[in-house]
């Protein structure tokens, strides 16, 4: 007697919103244009609304005009009334909760403001479309069949405000899921938010082992450990030997590139899937719908207002910006947003490039401080990746994590970059290896060309062999382990590099 599969029945749940979600191929602009309305409409009685008059604001071109491009800094005062129980400042509404984020800030973490709204139409609302879209892709799933695990971090009590918390913000999303959703996914809460990383990795692998794990949801770094350590616990060789009906990793917050190979050694199944989100602490902004293109669909239709300022205009006075309708394919943007968080044209820090139109799919390029930009020769993170794919295949190396900077001019007038690279397998030649990374960065940047040619401006980059585990003591002695942080891929100082650097001599 063949067994029923639920997954077939609860998915035409979601027949209604792929309805919607096709309509992004020929409405994406509209419904962008009735978001920033919404938005605009929602706030206008703020502290925020009436200083710069949202009432009066009748389209995009008036809202571009009167309210000024902002950064964290821009808006940490207000943040911090917010943070202290003061209401209607950035958003109608009392908030509660705030995501911690490290990143481009100046400061050592950001907290941003996370309304229910904003939890509701943003951050959920991108799990279940993720889940929608994977349906679309793949009709014979068994999703429902098992369990999902969703690696979370943890949080903490926000000052002394009753009831009133930060964190990650997958730690947040997990404290306020709908009840429901517990019944399908490991591990238990208790467990998922804690805050000690090697204590709780060593929990969540002996808890889920024995469970039947269809789904994963988590950053690919942090996911390997915790793989990692169930193989060590069950002795097996391969996951699906620990879990047979394993179909599906929905992945995020740093390229899954470097991680890939050593994903597929792992997961041997042919029915296993990759599915790349973009749900960042500032909003839930992309999904892959086709795993033959890595690129994903933007998300229009949530609390989130798109803006975009070309990368090349990012550190004029008065850059370019345009709203979604007016980017162009393969061309490098700072994204802002501006949602129900009350962050007002905000930006994000990340960097995308849009490879189509009809509907708007893109992929992330880098964020817009890191990169490397010491001599002219703009190497920002997707050049890293692609460069780095290509030299671990001909070389058949795997790599655990990164890190890069420049060396400035030496004696001879001559600078250079310096690699930090951590192995799972060694290159067969590590010449050989930094040989055709240094190459292959040449022929994707024509500015680093330009500099390498002849040597006149940069020498050869150099590669050092990062020790085992370099990155995980680098993150533990910031105080950074699990969660959404991530390693400084690349820095146009040699602040971080300096730290690794003696770390690994350790």
Same mark, same amino acid.
């Given at each position: 007697?063949?067994?029923?599969?639920?997954?077939?029945?609860?998915?035409?749940?979601?027949?209604?919103?792929?309805?919607?979600?096709?309509?992004?191929?020929?409405?994406?602009?509209?419904?962008?244009?009735?978001?920033?309305?919404?938005?605009?409409?929602?706030?206008?009685?703020?502290?925020? @609304?009436?200083?710069?008059?949202?009432? /009066?604001?009748? %389209?995009?071109?008036?809202? +571009?005009?009167?309210?000024?491009?902002?950064?964290?800094?821009?808006?940490?005062?207000?943040?911090?009334?917010?943070?202290? !129980?003061?209401?209607?400042?950035?958003?109608?509404?009392?908030?509660?909760?705030?995501?911690k984020s490290s990143g481009t800030t100046n400061d050592k973490s950001k907290f941003l403001p996370l309304s229910?709204?904003?939890?509701? %139409?943003?951050?959920?609302?991108?799990?279940?479309?993720s889940v929608a879209l994977y349906f679309r892709l793949n009709p014979e799933s068994r999703f429902f069949s098992?369990?999902?695990?969703?690696? !979370?971090?943890?949080?903490?009590?926000?000052?002394? /405000?009753?009831?009133?918390?930060?964190?990650?913000?997958?730690?947040? #999303?997990?404290?306020?899921?709908?009840?429901?959703?517990?019944?399908?996914?490991?591990?238990?809460?208790?467990?998922?938010?804690?805050?000690?990383?090697?204590?709780?990795?060593?929990?969540?692998?002996? /808890?889920?082992?024995?469970?039947?794990?269809?789904?994963?949801?988590?950053?690919?770094?942090?996911?390997?450990? &915790?793989?990692?350590?169930?193989?060590?616990?069950? @002795?097996?060789?391969?996951?699906?030997?620990?879990?047979? %009906?394993?179909?599906?990793?929905?992945?995020?917050?740093?390229?899954?590139?470097?991680?890939?190979?050593?994903?597929?050694?792992?997961?041997?199944?042919?029915?296993?899937?990759?599915?790349?989100?973009?749900?960042?602490?500032?909003? =839930?902004?992309?999904?892959?719908?086709?795993?033959?293109? /890595?690129?994903?669909?933007?998300?229009?239709?949530?609390? *989130?207002?798109?803006?975009? *300022?070309?990368?090349?205009?990012?550190?004029?006075?008065?850059?370019?910006?345009?709203?979604?309708? %007016?980017?162009?394919?393969?061309?490098?943007?700072?994204?802002?947003?501006?949602?129900?968080? @009350?962050?007002?044209?905000?930006?994000?820090?990340?960097?995308?490039?849009?490879?189509?139109?009809?509907?708007?799919?893109?992929?992330?390029?880098?964020?817009?401080?890191? =990169?490397?930009?010491?001599? @002219?020769?703009?190497?920002?993170?997707d050049n890293a990746e692609k460069a780095l794919a290509k030299a671990c295949e001909e070389t058949k190396a795997?790599?655990?994590?990164?890190?890069?900077?420049?060396?400035?001019?030496?004696?001879?007038?001559?600078?250079?970059?310096?690699?930090?690279?951590? =192995?799972?397998?060694?290159?067969?030649?590590?010449?050989?290896?930094?040989?055709?990374?240094?190459?292959?960065?040449?022929?994707?940047?024509?500015?680093?060309?330009?500099?390498?040619?002849?040597?006149?401006?940069?020498?050869? #980059?150099?590669?050092?062999?990062?020790?085992?585990?370099?990155?995980?003591?680098?993150?533990?002695? +910031?105080?950074?382990?699990?969660?959404?942080?991530?390693?400084?891929?690349?820095?146009?100082?040699?602040?971080? &590099?300096?730290?690794? #650097?003696? #770390?690994?001599?350790?």
């Amino acid at each position: 007697m063949k067994i029923m599969n639920p997954t077939k029945l609860i998915s035409k749940i979601f027949m209604p919103r792929l309805k919607e979600i096709d309509l992004y191929e020929t409405q994406s602009a509209t419904i962008q244009n009735n978001v920033l309305c919404k938005l605009l409409s929602k706030s206008e009685n703020t502290e925020w @609304g009436k200083k710069f008059n949202y009432k /009066s604001i009748k %389209n995009y071109e008036e809202f +571009k005009k009167k309210v000024p491009v902002q950064t964290y800094d821009d808006i940490k005062p207000y943040v911090e009334r917010t943070r202290t !129980g003061e209401k209607n400042i950035l958003w109608p509404a009392k908030i509660k909760w705030f995501a911690k984020s490290s990143g481009t800030t100046n400061d050592k973490s950001k907290f941003l403001p996370l309304s229910n709204e904003a939890l509701q %139409n943003i951050h959920y609302k991108g799990g279940v479309d993720s889940v929608a879209l994977y349906f679309r892709l793949n009709p014979e799933s068994r999703f429902f069949s098992g369990k999902g695990l969703i690696l !979370g971090g943890s949080h903490t009590p926000n000052y002394n /405000s009753p009831h009133s918390l930060v964190g990650d913000l997958s730690a947040i #999303l997990i404290q306020n899921v709908n009840p429901l959703v517990n019944l399908i996914r490991v591990p238990s809460k208790k467990i998922a938010l804690m805050s000690e990383w090697e204590s709780k990795i060593e929990q969540i692998a002996r /808890s889920t082992c024995k469970t039947d794990v269809t789904n994963l949801s988590g950053v690919p770094s942090w996911m390997l450990v &915790i793989i990692k350590r169930v193989l060590e616990i069950t @002795g097996k060789q391969s996951l699906e030997q620990v879990w047979p %009906n394993l179909e599906v990793f929905f992945h995020g917050g740093v390229s899954f590139a470097p991680y890939r190979e050593q994903y597929q050694q792992l997961i041997k199944s042919e029915k296993m899937h990759y599915v790349e989100t973009y749900n960042a602490s500032e909003g =839930f902004f992309g999904i892959q719908n086709d795993l033959s293109d /890595s690129s994903m669909l933007l998300m229009v239709d949530y609390d *989130i207002f798109y803006e975009f *300022i070309p990368l090349d205009e990012l550190h004029k006075t008065n850059p370019e910006v345009h709203n979604l309708e %007016n980017v162009e394919l393969n061309k490098n943007y700072a994204m802002l947003i501006s949602t129900s968080c @009350g962050l007002w044209r905000y930006m994000i820090g990340d960097t995308v490039k849009f490879t189509a139109k009809h509907p708007y799919k893109f992929v992330i390029t880098g964020r817009t401080k890191h =990169f490397i930009n010491a001599f @002219g020769e703009e190497v920002i993170i997707d050049n890293a990746e692609k460069a780095l794919a290509k030299a671990c295949e001909e070389t058949k190396a795997l790599i655990t994590e990164y890190s890069a900077a420049p060396v400035f001019m030496d004696n001879n007038a001559k600078g250079k970059h310096q690699w930090l690279i951590e =192995f799972e397998k060694l290159p067969e030649d590590v010449n050989k290896f930094a040989t055709i990374l240094d190459e292959t960065l040449k022929e994707i940047n024509s500015d680093y060309e330009a500099k390498r040619y002849k040597d006149i401006a940069l020498q050869p #980059l150099e590669l050092i062999v990062a020790r085992k585990n370099l990155f995980h003591d680098w993150l533990k002695e +910031k105080g950074k382990l699990g969660g959404q942080h991530k390693v400084p891929r690349l820095s146009n100082t040699r602040d971080y &590099i300096e730290e690794m #650097l003696v #770390l690994n001599n350790m």
